[in-house]
């Protein structure tokens, strides 16, 4: 079932008093640890229930096979889960193999009659069960039997629901109702063939006179029209059945997407039970700005609604910090943000050529681009030495009018979107942090070690198949996902401080050092692997583009990493830095076809951007890590375009053609058929890994099925 904003308070409430317990944990948070938005989402529940005294435990999740490996081992007397980030698009009772007869308690709930008698129906049935699933999680498309199919699921919605899956709510009930009508039909016909013998009987004494077969002649007229009226409503429901399932087959088929962030979800359920505060906010905050790059509409849907909070919770620094910064400052303000990358930690330059955007816009892989971003900085009367001046030291002069030179000289190079703004945190005297950089120091320890970087954590030994080697070192490499999602966490903590100091540059520490960073000092830590990241991922990028590595199929684009091919193709066997490459070529590819779309004079087209599939491969275990990606415009179209794009394109909705991945049904659905060995275990099903010998007949078959 799903409850709606209205009912979270009341849900969340009845989940603190079942959780309640002086002896054992009864509440279990399951996280997406390779999520920055479900990360924040974890660390908002756990404050609010740390203030509540609910005990809790915190189970970080690399994928579905860990996720149930984790349910399995739960103790009986857990009564509720809640899945953050995860959960969303499975059969959860089907895929915990949960029979719910066994949950069922024949004691009437805990609760008050008022309170009881504010919940719908369905809720009330499920306080019935001792124990409850709740989810979550911002995927989509739902799976329509944890929405409308089980009590013991219960799916965190925004409105989506009402709002969007009317028809698939009648459908799926419809063919609900069939099957046990099915049922029912099965039973009637047992108990029919075992009184088969008296009707025979019957049929025989009615033999008779010749009224009696005037009256058997009447019957059977009346018998084969019931007949036909019986048959002519078979073929109806028949047809209404197909049509249902035709609608439910598309509505799983359409593609994935994440439709909102987990945060938001969070953040209104904080707000029905008057726990909002400015921790709790900036944490929302950057769990959505997680979502921007590649989700830019729900960010863009989603951040109004935020600034406004900042104007409520803090007004009186919501539009820019006017008043001197103190020990003990700890405000949160809307400021003039730059979309540059680390601006406020690195050089001007630097900033410039390693954003994304501007890399995307100036195409600056190319000798032209790197001639066109000098030419920018020569008319903005900025030098390329003041540029290559670390921020901190840079000409206070230069750094107050950048706002006005920005908005003068960015627009001529199609750039007016780097200036925006954006939400930045004061730490007293420590310093400030932009909801955007704490995205890319996250990011950073999530994708990275320092103990294991660039090194093979395990080497094979004697008596050891070759099977065993490849389970075992995805083991490791799933327990180093786990620790970096506890760094993570630690550096969300960001009121507290290290050991070290941060003004002490990383590279200098010992791994032991790092491991004594917290909060604030972790986060500055993160920033600076961030930096070699963003470097390797421009540097690998240039290199693909330049060496014409990426294949133009008939349906999508093809990018294959291999060993000697790429410097540091270890790095790319991590899913996120995988997915940052990946886009990093879409963007400017993408640009490339706007490029000539927009010189172009008559009736040219633009041709459909085509999605793309990224695959590296991971020499010690003799596999791909392969992921596909949805094609998608550049952000900031004008109007004039998307209305010629809506036309060409022949579609009326441009976000559903940027937001849907359908590699997440085609890969699915391709390895169950090609034989090829596939390993599909992430949260997001676009993402696999697959045998280095059955990549090209994997993909050969992907290209033939039309599911793209």
């Given at each position: 079932?799903?409850?709606?904003?209205?009912?979270?308070?009341?849900?969340?409430?009845?989940?603190?008093?079942?959780?309640?317990?002086?002896?054992?944990?009864?509440?279990?948070?399951?996280?997406?640890?390779?999520?920055?938005?479900?990360?924040?989402?974890?660390?908002?529940?756990?404050?609010?229930?740390?203030?509540?005294?609910?005990?809790?435990?915190?189970?970080?999740?690399?994928?579905?096979?860990?996720?149930?490996?984790?349910?399995?081992?739960?103790?009986?007397?857990?009564?509720?889960?809640?899945?953050?980030?995860?959960?969303?698009?499975?059969?959860?009772?089907?895929?915990?193999?949960?029979?719910?007869?066994?949950?069922?308690?024949?004691?009437?709930?805990?609760?008050?009659?008022?309170?009881?008698?504010?919940?719908?129906?369905?809720?009330?049935?499920?306080?019935?069960?001792?124990?409850?699933?709740?989810?979550?999680?911002?995927?989509?498309?739902?799976?329509?039997?944890?929405?409308?199919?089980?009590?013991?699921?219960?799916?965190?919605?925004?409105?989506?629901?009402?709002?969007?899956?009317?028809?698939?709510?009648?459908?799926?009930?419809?063919l609900v109702d069939a099957s046990d009508h099915e049922s029912d039909d099965e039973d009637q016909e047992d108990d029919s063939d075992s009184d088969s013998d008296n009707e025979d009987e019957v049929e025989e004494i009615a033999v008779g006179s010749?009224?009696?077969?005037?009256?058997?002649?009447?019957?059977?007229?009346?018998?084969?029209?019931?007949?036909?009226?019986?048959?002519?409503?078979?073929?109806?429901?028949?047809?209404?059945?197909?049509?249902?399932?035709?609608?439910?087959?598309?509505?799983?088929?359409?593609?994935?997407?994440?439709?909102?962030?987990?945060?938001?979800?969070?953040?209104?359920?904080?707000?029905?039970?008057?726990?909002?505060?400015?921790?709790?906010?900036?944490?929302?905050?950057?769990?959505?700005?997680?979502?921007?790059?590649?989700?830019?509409?729900?960010?863009?849907?989603?951040?109004?609604?935020?600034?406004?909070?900042?104007?409520?919770?803090?007004?009186?620094?919501?539009?820019?910090?006017?008043?001197?910064?103190?020990?003990?400052?700890?405000?949160?303000?809307?400021?003039?943000?730059?979309?540059?990358?680390?601006?406020?930690?690195?050089?001007?330059?630097?900033?410039?050529?390693?954003?994304?955007?501007?890399?995307?816009?100036?195409n600056l892989w190319t000798e032209d681009g790197k001639k066109k971003l000098h030419k920018l900085f020569a008319k903005m009367g900025i030098s390329l030495s003041v540029a290559q001046q670390k921020w901190l030291y840079m000409d206070i002069a230069?750094?107050?009018?950048?706002?006005?030179?920005?908005?003068?000289?960015?627009?001529?190079?199609?750039?007016?979107?780097?200036?925006?703004?954006?939400?930045?945190?004061?730490?007293?005297?420590?310093g400030q942090l932009s909801a955007m950089e704490c995205v890319e120091s996250l990011a950073a320890l999530l994708e990275t070690d320092d103990s294991s970087l660039g090194k093979d954590t395990k080497n094979k030994e004697n008596g050891e198949s070759?099977?065993?080697?490849?389970?075992?070192?995805?083991?490791?490499?799933?327990?180093?996902?786990?620790?970096?999602?506890?760094?993570?966490?630690?550096?969300?903590?960001?009121?507290?401080?290290?050991?070290?100091?941060?003004?002490?540059?990383?590279?200098?520490?010992?791994?032991?050092?790092?491991?004594?960073?917290?909060?604030?000092?972790?986060?500055?830590?993160?920033?600076?692997?961030?930096?070699?990241?963003?470097?390797?991922?421009?540097?690998?990028?240039?290199?693909?583009?330049?060496?014409?590595?990426?294949?133009?199929?008939?349906?999508?684009?093809?990018?294959?990493?291999?060993?000697?091919?790429?410097?540091?193709?270890?790095?790319?066997?991590?899913?996120?830095?995988?997915?940052?490459?990946?886009?990093?070529?879409?963007?400017?590819?993408?640009?490339?076809?706007?490029?000539?779309?927009?010189?172009?004079?008559?009736?040219?087209?633009?041709?459909?951007?085509?999605?793309?599939?990224?695959?590296?491969?991971?020499?010690?275990?003799?596999?791909?890590?392969?992921?596909?990606?949805?094609?998608?415009?550049?952000?900031?179209?004008?109007?004039?375009?998307?209305?010629?794009?809506?036309?060409?394109?022949?579609?009326?909705?441009?976000?559903?053609?940027?937001?849907?991945?359908?590699?997440?049904?085609?890969?699915?659905?391709?390895?169950?058929?090609?034989?090829?060995?596939?390993?599909?275990?992430?949260?997001?099903?676009?993402?696999?890994?697959?045998?280095?010998?059955?990549?090209?007949?994997?993909?050969?078959?992907?290209?033939?099925?039309?599911?793209?």
């Amino acid at each position: 079932m799903y409850i709606n904003p209205a009912q979270y308070a009341l849900v969340f409430q009845e989940i603190k008093r079942s959780s309640s317990s002086h002896s054992t944990c009864r509440l279990i948070l399951f996280v997406s640890c390779l999520s920055i938005d479900s990360i924040c989402t974890a660390k908002i529940l756990s404050l609010v229930l740390k203030k509540s005294l609910i005990q809790y435990q915190l189970i970080p999740v690399v994928g579905y096979a860990d996720l149930k490996e984790h349910y399995q081992r739960l103790d009986a007397d857990v009564a509720n889960i809640i899945l953050i980030g995860c959960g969303a698009m499975i059969d959860i009772e089907a895929f915990f193999e949960i029979d719910v007869n066994e949950y069922v308690s024949e004691q009437a709930p805990d609760v008050t009659q008022s309170l009881y008698e504010d919940l719908d129906k369905a809720v009330q049935k499920s306080l019935h069960l001792r124990r409850k699933i709740y989810i979550i999680d911002g995927n989509r498309p739902w799976n329509l039997d944890n929405v409308f199919g089980s009590e013991m699921v219960v799916c965190f919605d925004d409105g989506y629901i009402d709002k969007n899956l009317q028809k698939e709510r009648a459908s799926y009930k419809m063919l609900v109702d069939a099957s046990d009508h099915e049922s029912d039909d099965e039973d009637q016909e047992d108990d029919s063939d075992s009184d088969s013998d008296n009707e025979d009987e019957v049929e025989e004494i009615a033999v008779g006179s010749g009224e009696e077969l005037d009256k058997d002649e009447n019957e059977d007229s009346r018998k084969r029209k019931h007949e036909d009226d019986a048959k002519r409503l078979r073929k109806q429901r028949r047809k209404a059945l197909h049509s249902s399932e035709s609608l439910l087959e598309t509505y799983y088929n359409q593609g994935t997407a994440i439709f909102t962030a987990t945060t938001a979800i969070t953040y209104a359920l904080l707000a029905t039970i008057g726990e909002t505060s400015i921790d709790n906010l900036w944490l929302s905050i950057i769990g959505v700005s997680s979502l921007d790059r590649l989700h830019s509409d729900v960010y863009d849907k989603i951040v109004p609604l935020f600034k406004e909070e900042v104007h409520r919770l803090n007004p009186s620094n919501s539009s820019g910090s006017s008043s001197e910064r103190t020990a003990d400052s700890n405000t949160l303000a809307i400021e003039k943000d730059y979309h540059l990358f680390l601006l406020r930690h690195w050089t001007l330059y630097d900033s410039f050529f390693y954003s994304s955007l501007v890399n995307s816009k100036l195409n600056l892989w190319t000798e032209d681009g790197k001639k066109k971003l000098h030419k920018l900085f020569a008319k903005m009367g900025i030098s390329l030495s003041v540029a290559q001046q670390k921020w901190l030291y840079m000409d206070i002069a230069v750094k107050k009018n950048l706002p006005v030179i920005f908005s003068k000289y960015l627009p001529l190079y199609g750039l007016e979107g780097v200036v925006r703004e954006g939400f930045v945190r004061t730490f007293g005297y420590s310093g400030q942090l932009s909801a955007m950089e704490c995205v890319e120091s996250l990011a950073a320890l999530l994708e990275t070690d320092d103990s294991s970087l660039g090194k093979d954590t395990k080497n094979k030994e004697n008596g050891e198949s070759e099977q065993d080697e490849i389970n075992a070192r995805i083991q490791n490499k799933e327990k180093l996902w786990v620790n970096n999602f506890w760094s993570s966490w630690d550096a969300l903590n960001m009121s507290t401080q290290g050991t070290n100091s941060r003004i002490v540059s990383a590279r200098t520490k010992t791994i032991g050092d790092i491991k004594k960073l917290k909060g604030f000092d972790l986060m500055i830590h993160g920033l600076e692997n961030a930096k070699e990241i963003q470097q390797t991922i421009f540097k690998t990028g240039m290199s693909v583009l330049e060496r014409k590595l990426i294949k133009n199929l008939r349906l999508y684009r093809l990018c294959v990493l291999n060993d000697g091919s790429i410097p540091d193709l270890n790095l790319f066997n991590n899913p996120l830095i995988l997915s940052k490459l990946g886009n990093w070529l879409l963007e400017n590819i993408n640009e490339l076809e706007f490029l000539n779309f927009s010189t172009k004079k008559g009736d040219s087209k633009l041709n459909a951007l085509k999605p793309l599939v990224v695959a590296s491969l991971d020499a010690a275990s003799d596999t791909y890590l392969v992921i596909g990606l949805a094609p998608k415009y550049p952000r900031g179209l004008d109007n004039s375009t998307l209305a010629k794009i809506t036309q060409n394109q022949d579609k009326k909705d441009i976000s559903l053609m940027t937001r849907l991945n359908t590699f997440s049904v085609a890969f699915q659905k391709v390895s169950s058929t090609s034989g090829a060995k596939v390993r599909i275990n992430s949260f997001d099903s676009s993402i696999i890994e697959i045998r280095k010998d059955d990549l090209s007949p994997f993909l050969e078959k992907l290209t033939l099925s039309g599911l793209i």
